[in-house]
């Protein structure tokens, strides 16, 4: 029987039993690395890395690995060479556009390439588990992805879906990057479909905007209230609660912070808290990341916020549109994230100090009063 000590330190990197796992966890507040078998391997090798580990079949593996690896780069090479000659090769104006395509066809041939040199080496699977992977490298842009729509992407399009969130506000949506939503000192993770207290919304958010695709881009980010109460129509309509655009987005560069964005040449609608009035069960803020028009040289194209700004059209918070924001710019929605509000004890502060009117104001259903009975004559009965 074995003598365990609670207070023991743990090595994250090592621990391969349950309880020990559940031990570091508990007392020290972090999460073991890597796979059980990986950290299982390290403990009982002494010191040796992981690429020389001592057994036999391991190293005839990683050597059958290095020469498809090898095979594979001479691959790329004559690739790169391919595309190259392409290139300085001068063609008339009217085969311009089938030299682009062939050189476009000949580059995702060549990712492909790069990405089968290093999807079977340990090295890299380690670096991914471990979360240090460069995402400036396809394989790591890569895998994850793979992992992203293996789970995350799926729980994501079954909350939208469920909670009608397309096709209320965008007709459908196809989502290629992944979206994470923070607020600044609140430590919870938030949840596709998390109700957030008006007090933490009522600071503008952090996005982190992953896309697993080479190259910057920019992109337009809208928050989107699908639920705004319409008492004249006895209905609901829409409103904004943040609206930028040109937002530079690269695989290393993700995190947005609504709070730093430029107001001159980004910020179209400044952050309004999200609220919801006493009486309402929820109202469902989406966030929507649509991406700008590729520009003729290199990117995206760049929105201008002034003339924007001018025209008065999208500066109005209720009733806005965003399907016609969209296809007035020629905008993708690429991304999608949601959360809800509800009414709490912190919203009525939270509106009188945004300067928002309603804070006093209950919806009610009306009641339904019962038709009124009508007393059947007797004597049909008789």
């Known amino acids: 029987m074995t003598n365990s000590n609670p207070g023991k330190r743990r090595d994250p990197k090592r621990v391969s039993n349950p309880r020990h796992e559940r031990q570091l966890i508990r007392n020290q507040g972090i999460l073991p690395i890597g796979s059980r078998r990986r950290r299982a391997a390290l403990a009982t ?15 005839e593996a990683r050597a059958f690995l290095q020469e498809d690896r090898q095979e594979k780069r001479e691959q790329i090479q004559l690739y790169r060479s391919r595309i190259e000659r392409l290139q300085a090769i001068d063609v008339a104006p009217q085969d311009e556009a089938m030299k682009q395509k062939r050189l476009a066809d000949m580059r995702r041939k060549l990712e492909a390439t790069k990405i089968l040199a ?80 008006s007090l933490v919304s009522e600071q503008p958010p952090v996005l982190k905007i992953q896309p697993f695709d080479k190259g910057e881009r920019l992109y337009t980010i809208a928050v989107i209230n699908a639920d705004v109460p319409d008492v004249q129509k006895d209905g609901f309509t829409y409103r ?16 947005v912070p609504f709070s730093s964005l430029s107001e001159t040449t980004q910020v179209i609608l400044p952050w309004l808290p999200a609220y919801s009035q006493k009486g309402i069960e929820y109202q469902r803020m989406s966030i929507f990341v ?51 509000t509800r009414w709490d004890e912190g919203t009525a502060g939270v509106m009188q100090r945004a300067g928002i009117v309603g804070w006093d104001v209950e919806f009610k259903r009306k009641r339904v009063e019962p038709l009124p009975y009508k007393r059947k004559d007797g004597a049909r009965y008789r």
């Open 45 to 59: 090798s002494p010191n040796i890395q992981f690429h020389l580990l001592p057994y036999q079949c391991f190293q």
């Open 240 to 255: 904004c609660h943040f609206l930028a655009s040109n937002i530079m987005v690269s695989p290393t560069n993700t995190v």
């Open 290 to 340: 649509l991406e700008q028009p590729k520009s003729d040289t290199v990117g995206s194209q760049t929105l201008d916020v002034a003339s924007i700004k001018t025209l008065g059209r999208y500066t109005k918070r209720d009733e806005f549109i965003l399907r016609s924001f969209a296809d007035k710019y020629s905008l993708t929605p690429v991304g999608v994230d949601l959360f809800r």
């Open 118 to 197: 290093d999807i079977n080496d340990p090295i890299v699977k380690r670096r991914f588990e471990d979360g240090v992977g460069d995402m400036n490298k396809p394989i790591y842009r890569h895998l994850a992805d793979k992992q992203w729509r293996a789970y995350k992407r799926r729980l994501l399009m079954q909350r939208i879906t469920q909670m009608n969130v397309v096709p209320d506000v965008l007709p459908a949506i196809d989502p290629v990057v992944s979206t994470t939503l923070s607020w600044p000192k609140y430590t919870k993770k938030i949840q596709h479909g998390d109700f957030v207290s």
